[in-house]
């Protein structure tokens, strides 16, 4: 009778042992959404935003991920 035996290695390893790389999502970090008016600015580029939709039509366009909230 065979025994089988899970190991977890990197995409480093599969590659080296001619194995393909598993295609995953990559990691996703979430989003917090504060409550009210606020302003939010580009960490890579300090462009001020006012509103989700702003920062998203940003996102898509230079692909910059990181925002912080601006404080008064």
Do not use: W
Not at 16 to 38: D, E, F, H, N, W
Not at 45 to 68: G, L, N
């Amino acid at each position: 009778m065979e025994s089988l035996m899970t190991i977890k290695m990197t995409n480093a390893e599969a590659l080296a042992l001619g194995m393909p790389a598993p295609q995953g999502k990559g990691r996703r970090t979430p989003r917090a959404v504060a409550s009210g008016p606020y302003a939010t600015a580009c960490v890579e580029c300090a462009e001020v935003f006012f509103s989700r939709a702003a920062e998203d039509r940003h996102f898509a366009e230079t692909r910059h991920p990181r925002y912080e909230l601006v404080l008064a």
